[in-house]
């Protein structure tokens, strides 16, 4: 599967690790100026940004997607040494275990609040500033990565898969308000990915029975999901705005 980037300007929110990491090599190898973001990693960031190949104007911004006046103070800084936004892939995220029965009235807050702003708030923000540089040129494309939760329920992280239907919802929304703009919005939404963030679960006692959920009898590759986005990403997918990708192994079946 060969693409091509060239000349293309790319935001990956949480590109310091995971499917971030992975997405963000493949476009610099498909001639993409990438920038990634970080959240407190700036050693892992650099380190990503140093292993990019390509001919590509590649950097890494430490950003706060949970905070609003970051997420200005990114957009600003952004466009002080790029004069475009092409793509961007909301993709930072976090997954915190607060089970309804189990946590006191504090922990629930905490959980709700932190999650929802990092992962459907932020995303909004940065969809937010996004979106007016790519009108300005006429063109854009939006990849937001949801989930499997969105979907199925996810009874010991409520939050995260209320956030995900949500990030869901807005898409579609933006994907009509911003299609006479010529940009359109996609989203793609894995289940369980090989990534840092799952590796408690799939090397914890109910590893097995989380890849045994996919007839495959595994979870998704990182390569997989970044392919994916590259796709969406890719110019002549324009007309698939709004629609929401699986990518799960036939582990969740929808109508």
Request: hydrophobic letters at 45%; proline letters at 3%; one cysteine or more.
């Amino acid at each position: 599967m060969t693409f091509k980037f060239n000349n293309k300007n790319i935001i990956i929110t949480g590109g310091s690790r995971g499917i971030g990491a992975v997405t963000a090599a493949l476009f610099a190898e498909a001639g993409a100026n990438v920038v990634i973001t970080y959240n407190t990693n700036a050693a892992a960031a650099n380190q990503i940004i140093r292993m990019l190949n390509g001919s590509g104007r590649h950097a890494a911004f430490q950003l706060n997607v949970a905070d609003p006046e970051s997420i200005k103070n990114f957009f600003e800084e952004y466009s002080k040494q790029y004069d475009k936004l092409d793509i961007l892939v909301n993709n930072a995220g976090i997954f915190n275990e607060h089970k309804i029965l189990e946590v006191d009235y504090n922990h629930w807050q905490q959980s709700w609040n932190s999650t929802l702003n990092a992962n459907l708030t932020g995303a909004a923000n940065m969809c937010y500033f996004a979106a007016r540089l790519m009108a300005e040129k006429k063109y854009g494309k939006i990849i937001n990565v949801s989930s499997r939760g969105a979907f199925r329920g996810e009874p010991e992280f409520p939050a995260y898969g209320a956030s995900k239907a949500g990030l869901n919802a807005m898409s579609q929304s933006l994907a009509i308000a911003l299609a006479p703009q010529n940009i359109s919005v996609h989203v793609i939404a894995p289940g369980f990915v090989e990534t840092e963030m799952a590796s408690g679960a799939l090397n914890g006692p109910g590893g097995d029975a989380i890849r045994n959920q996919s007839p495959f009898g595994r979870v998704a590759r990182p390569e997989e999901v970044a392919r994916l986005i590259a796709v969406y990403a890719s110019d002549g997918l324009e007309f698939s705005s709004a629609g929401i990708i699986d990518i799960n192994g036939a582990s969740y079946l929808r109508g």
